[in-house]
């Protein structure tokens, strides 16, 4: 299958690009680096022994995009490009919703002129907004509070109208809950520019003496320990999710969750990070951020019922995979 995968050098696109070369699809990645590195490229060669082809473009230039469409002949597309920083969202909205959405719009064009019907799409478990009760179903109410969740929010909607308008249509939404972790070899992995906002990015800064001390936002939660309790899931389990959803065989519109189903609380990640990698975290607590809810975790039946999704990492594979790739990626 000819898979394009639109910011296909960014932190989850890149390792799902080495899932599906390791699967022996064809992939193209259209991606402009605002967020990403062309060497992603070369880590990607040297990981899969394979050679990815790549166009830096902008996918809200619908020309340029309409010529890459009708040289490739895709079959189908993998959509992870956006911008994705929830506090520059709230002060950039402008910029969150033209780059997310347009982008968004002009993929859906070339579709249709070039009969490309399936598509796979990232969305987050931030369209459930504060949920009532866990763990969170797919058909639970959704709702948003930052401009970054309501472009999600409104491209799902977008997807859902235009589903109904083709029903020949193959549309898959993947509702992301925390992805950490990094590829073993540690040559891709995420590590922000700046200060991280983040949770395991901004432990391994101060892990790695970038940054002195850990906030942690709150211990007056209504959870185990009074930190939150996030769905924290790997990131190669998520890219793993990825290609399950692109060979389903079931057409049609549908909507999972990819998260492990299990909460852990920042206390205990910070202890799980500091164990597994002999290395102390300094921390201190801090008041609530703005908009944090208490706790946020994946019911995945669905995801496993339909596409056979099972998490193979565990926590401690994220902590040191994360790790290893900064300290990798470091130079002290
Ligand atoms: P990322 O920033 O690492 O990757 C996104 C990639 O898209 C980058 O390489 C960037 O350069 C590219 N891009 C952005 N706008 C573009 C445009 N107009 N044209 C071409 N390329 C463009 O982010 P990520 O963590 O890999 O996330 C991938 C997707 O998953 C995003 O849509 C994000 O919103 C979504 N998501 C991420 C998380 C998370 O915690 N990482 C959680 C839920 C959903
Ligand atoms: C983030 C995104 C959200 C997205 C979700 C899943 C933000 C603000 N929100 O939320 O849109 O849907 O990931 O991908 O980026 N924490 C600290 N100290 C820190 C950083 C975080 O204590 O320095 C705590 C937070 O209060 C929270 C937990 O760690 O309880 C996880 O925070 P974070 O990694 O930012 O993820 P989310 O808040 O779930």
Redesign the pocket.
Known sequence: MKVLV??G?????SHTVVELLNDKQEVVI???????KKEVLEKIKEITGKEVKFYE????NLQELKHIFEKEKFDSIIH?????AVGESVSKPLMYYQ?NLI?TLNLLECMQEFAVKKIVF?????VYGNPKTLPIKEDFPLSTTNP?GTT?LMIENILTDVYKANLDYDITVLR?F??IGAHKSGLIG?DPNGIPN?LMPYIVKVATNKLPVLNIYGNDYNTVDGTGVRDYIHVLDLAHGHLLALKNKKTGLKIYNLGTGRGTSVLELVNKFQEVNHIKVNYQITKRRDGDIDACYANCDKAKEELGFTTKYTLEDMCKDSYNYVKKNTIQ
């Open positions: 639109t910011g050098c960014g932190y989850i696109g259209v991606d402009n680096l605002v967020n990403s473009e902008d996918l809200c992870f490009a956006g911008l994705k780059n982008s990232s969305s987050s478990a931030t970054y999600k992301y925390n992805p995420e983040n």
